[in-house]
């Protein structure tokens, strides 16, 4: 296994260029098993996560060709030949579970492991097998399996809670279906929104993606297209932290303001500067103290949950005391422990973590625990005093790629090492 090794950098300076979205990408690359005709996608990010789903989609039928050294996809999904989404990949990757909606979709039919819950939380998947059911599919639970099946109808569905998942499983699943389906209390990420974009060039009729009641009415068939994937606003989020943390001014090429509007407001509220350029968004943080501020993470617009481990990486900094709600997750702050071992002072109690400012850090051997609270880790070790070394960065290669390149090429002291043994 490799292990980064971060040493306290001086004020960071440059430009970082932001990759296509994670999570939009993959459940872009499900939304091609709705059509005979080949997706190509642009702007894939190169991470294991893409890798891993194109293993499962190939598992059912789906031709995948990587073009661009894997930054453009063409999927053709025109010959399915399994209906069944197997256990030893959909463990390795949650959002498989996305494949269920369109399978069923396309097919009438899905057999899709349960994805099982993961570090930081249970991660039931109850909302899609809801809306599922609401469109007239019967759904059983077997052997670690969902069984689905059925020739969907459009249904009005009002999720408990906006879940993202869950949304873009019931969109998916309902843009062949017969008739129009109402889903209330939908999630309005940006990622959502995206996913809408490319079924409706796909030739799907969607209204209201972006907000909380989408309507889909259902059309006979969808065809290719070729979709960019958007700006992964989370991997924007986390470089932004970096240059609040070490100090210095950074353009985070590819950023929009519209993507990461709740951290930019708590980031100004704290005293970091961020301006909107020509190519994206600049982060100038010339010295001086950064001001505490008290986050709690929501559904968006609210701030965003997998922004919340980095965005305490920045408080562990700050004057005052900050207090973090994590509303999304039962489980989210695994990485105060590692923080605390740096010398952090967090009190944790449930989901609100309370952290007091310190002058400063002390390097440490630190362990990645999930994708976000690794990165919070180098974060902190930029100005951290000496040597901080993260441990089993796979978790890190899922959802950001080229990070050492992207942070050595502003000014940071990084570099990856491969564990003995
Ligand atoms: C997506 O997960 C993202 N993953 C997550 O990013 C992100 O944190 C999350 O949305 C919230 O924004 C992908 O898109 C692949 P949810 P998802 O359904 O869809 C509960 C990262 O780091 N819930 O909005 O699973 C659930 O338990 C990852 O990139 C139910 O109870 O999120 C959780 O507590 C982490 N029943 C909450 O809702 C359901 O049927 C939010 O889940 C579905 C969800």
Redesign the pocket.
């Known amino acids: 296994m490799d292990s980064i090794v971060v040493r306290r950098s001086g004020e960071l300076r440059g430009t970082i260029p932001i990759a296509g979205a994670?999570?939009?990408c993959?459940?872009l690359m499900g939304a091609a098993l709705l059509s005979e005709e080949p997706l190509t996608l642009t702007n894939v990010p190169r991470l294991s996560?893409v890798r891993t789903l194109t293993q499962l989609l190939e598992s059912l039928g789906v031709e995948v060709a990587p073009l661009a050294e894997g930054q453009t996809l063409v999927l053709s999904a025109a010959d399915l030949t399994s209906t069944t989404a197997d256990y030893e990949i959909v463990r390795k990757l949650?959002?498989s579970?996305?494949v269920l909606g369109p399978l069923i979709g396309r097919t009438g039919e899905a057999v899709v492991s349960l994805p099982g819950g993961?570090a930081?939380?249970?991660?039931?998947?109850?909302?899609?097998?809801?809306g599922l059911e609401a469109m007239g599919a019967t759904v059983e639970l077997r052997d670690g399996y969902v069984h689905a099946r059925g020739d969907l109808k459009g249904a009005e569905i009002e999720?408990?809670?906006?879940?993202?998942?869950?949304?873009?499983n019931v969109m998916c699943a309902a843009v062949l279906a017969r008739g129009t389906t109402v889903i209330r209390n939908a999630?309005r990420?940006p990622?959502t929104k995206a996913l809408a974009d490319c079924l409706i060039a796909m030739g799907a009729d969607i209204e209201g993606a972006g907000t909380s009641e989408i309507v889909v009415r259902g059309v006979d068939r969808l065809h290719g297209t070729t979709h960019r994937v958007i700006t992964d606003r989370?991997e924007l989020g986390t470089y932004m932290i970096a240059p609040a943390i070490a100090g210095g001014s950074v353009e985070l090429l590819g950023g929009r303001r519209d993507l990461v509007g709740a951290l930019c407001d708590k980031m100004e509220e704290a005293g970091i500067g961020i301006e909107e350029t020509e190519a994206g968004l600049r982060v100038t943080h010339a010295g001086g103290p950064v001001r505490s501020v008290d986050v709690t993470t929501a559904?968006?617009p609210g701030f965003?949950?997998?922004l919340q481990a980095q965005m305490m990486a920045l408080m562990v900094f700050a004057e005052g005391t900050s207090v973090l709600e994590e509303t999304?997750?039962?489980n989210r702050f695994m990485h105060a422990p590692e923080l605390i071992r740096m010398g952090a002072d967090i009190d944790v109690s449930g989901g609100t973590a309370r952290v007091t400012g310190v002058d400063g850090l002390r390097g440490a051997p630190v362990m990645a625990t999930?994708?976000?609270a690794s990165f919070s880790l180098i974060l902190a070790g930029l100005r951290a005093e000496g040597e901080t070394r993260v441990a089993r960065v796979y978790h890190l290669d899922r959802?950001y790629e080229r990070v050492v390149q992207k942070l050595s090429g502003v000014g940071a002291t990084i570099e990856r090492v491969r564990d003995d043994g």
Do not use: M, Q, Y
């Open positions: 994670k999570n939009t993959l459940k996560d949650r959002a579970f996305n993961c930081i939380g249970a991660r039931k998947v109850d909302f899609h097998i809801a999720f408990p809670f906006a879940s993202v998942g869950a949304t873009e999630a990420e990622d989370i559904p968006f965003p949950t997998d999304i997750f039962e999930d994708l976000r959802g």
